[in-house]
């Protein structure tokens, strides 16, 4: 068995991305949280305003014998908007930004040839802008953040935005996603 690997996405609202890669098979956690700002003990409130410099973001812990990093960044890539700049859907902020925090030189190469894959094929209306950066001291989120599609799957948030996300990588990355139990 290898080493649990971490990954840190922000794709705009960490409940999006956190409903998604809970389904993905290798995938052992998921904790939505914040990343890249400037203040200490970073609270929802705070980078909601826009001020702190922090992403929303998830953190993966996954086992790349089972999936590996390249596989994660496609799902990324195709289920949020990486051509909009600090904006996805009706979030508007940095705090929404599309951003990659590399753990390690191989995950940085990694991530800059998926932006170079995903430029070349033409699926977004303009060029990939998400953010390649070293992974920052990563704050997890209150705790009423986590696993919140799971909580609140009723809620119109959650049956508007997330669950067409949730769909689009069963639908598409359906060899990647855990088989229902």
Request: charged letters at 20%; one cysteine or more.
């Given at each position: 068995m290898s080493e649990p690997q971490q990954a840190t996405f922000g794709g705009g609202c960490f409940w999006c991305t956190e409903a998604v890669f809970r389904r993905i098979r290798g995938v052992s956690s998921v904790v939505s949280g914040y990343c890249g700002g400037q203040i200490a003990s970073?609270?929802?409130?705070?980078?909601?305003?826009?001020?702190?410099?922090?992403?929303e973001v998830i953190?993966?812990?996954?086992?790349?014998?089972?999936?590996?990093?390249?596989?994660?960044?496609?799902?990324?890539?195709?289920t949020h908007d990486p051509s909009t700049l600090?904006?996805?859907?009706?979030?508007?902020?940095?705090?929404?930004?599309?951003v990659?925090?590399?753990?390690?030189?191989?995950?940085?190469?990694?991530a800059d040839e998926k932006?170079?894959?995903?430029?070349?094929f033409g699926e977004y209306p303009n060029?990939?802008?998400?953010?390649?950066?070293?992974?920052?001291?990563?704050?997890?989120?209150?705790?009423?953040?986590?696993?919140?599609?799971?909580?609140?799957?009723?809620?119109p948030y959650?049956?508007?935005?997330?669950?067409?996300?949730v769909q689009k990588l069963l639908e598409r990355f359906?060899?990647?996603t855990r088989h229902p139990s």
């Open positions: 970073p609270t929802y409130e705070a980078v909601c305003q826009g001020t702190t410099g922090h992403a953190q993966v812990e996954f086992d790349s014998q089972q999936i590996s990093f390249g596989d994660l960044l496609d799902v990324f890539f195709a600090n904006q996805q859907g009706a979030d508007r902020g940095t705090q929404y930004r599309s990659i925090f590399y753990h390690d030189e191989i995950q940085k190469q990694i932006v170079n894959e995903w430029n070349s060029p990939v802008v998400t953010e390649i950066v070293p992974i920052a001291t990563f704050f997890p989120a209150e705790g009423y953040h986590q696993e919140y599609f799971e909580r609140n799957s009723h809620q959650c049956s508007a935005v997330i669950a067409p996300k359906a060899d990647l």
